[in-house]
């Protein structure tokens, strides 16, 4: 089977809506308010806190895989994950990343420069209480991102704290907890006509304002 394809010719045609500087926060974080809301609101929109999150690992490549955003305030964007996993050996030896958004149906993206830390361990174990019976289980019964040998060493370990926690409230594994991203650089991008698109980028000063620049397409 011939493994080929020319995509060439396949193209879009943005013309939504505009991004114009008069019409844009001093602070960033207020434009991502207002962009997640309309993503939310968008029935072509599915799962809008899906992001892409790119690190560069400890064998030296980057790379991209999707997270959800579980909450993001005044100070950063916060995500869950096991910290011993590829992505959290990553964080933990290069706390610099990238976090993605991109919402075709709105001819959107919103791409963010920053440095991830760990949120508070108090702050983990309260989301953690918020998650599914099985959700929990999983984060005691998979070691993200080791090999492993089939999906039945998988289902034996979910049974085996199942049993263990059957009588008693499942607690936070230690490994596993939230990060927060501190942007360094916010930029919103909105599909134009032409290639044209705009491109706004916000930027964090000395003095904790935040520098705004067109972009070229």
């Given at each position: ?61 980057p790379k991209n895989r999707m997270v959800l955003l579980k ?72 070691n993200q991102s080791e090999v492993i040998p089939s999906r ?66």
């Amino acid at each position: 089977m011939e493994i080929e394809k020319d995509l060439g010719n396949q193209r879009e045609i943005y013309q939504k809506d505009a991004l114009l500087e008069q019409n844009t926060p001093e602070n960033p974080i207020e434009l991502f308010r207002d962009w997640y809301a309309a993503a939310e609101e968008d029935d072509a929109v599915h799962e809008a806190n899906a992001m892409n999150i790119a690190t560069v690992g400890v064998d030296g490549f980057p790379k991209n895989r999707m997270v959800l955003l579980k909450k993001f305030t005044w100070e950063g964007f916060i995500f869950y994950t096991n910290y011993q996993s590829e992505k959290g050996k990553a964080i933990e030896a290069n706390p610099k990343v990238c976090l993605s958004f991109f919402w075709p149906g709105l001819e959107r993206q919103i791409i963010i420069k920053g440095t991830a830390n760990k949120i508070a361990p108090n702050l983990s174990d309260g989301y953690f209480e918020s998650r599914p019976e099985g959700s929990k289980l999983g984060t005691w019964a998979s070691n993200q991102s080791e090999v492993i040998p089939s999906r039945e060493l998988l289902a034996e370990r979910l049974a085996t704290f199942a049993q263990k926690f059957s009588d008693h409230e499942i607690p936070r594994p230690k490994h596993w907890g939230g990060f927060i991203v501190i942007p360094k650089s916010i930029e919103f991008w909105q599909g134009r006509p032409n290639r044209m698109h705009d491109r706004l980028r916000y930027t964090i000063q000395p003095d904790f304002n935040w520098l705004k620049e067109r972009l070229a397409p």
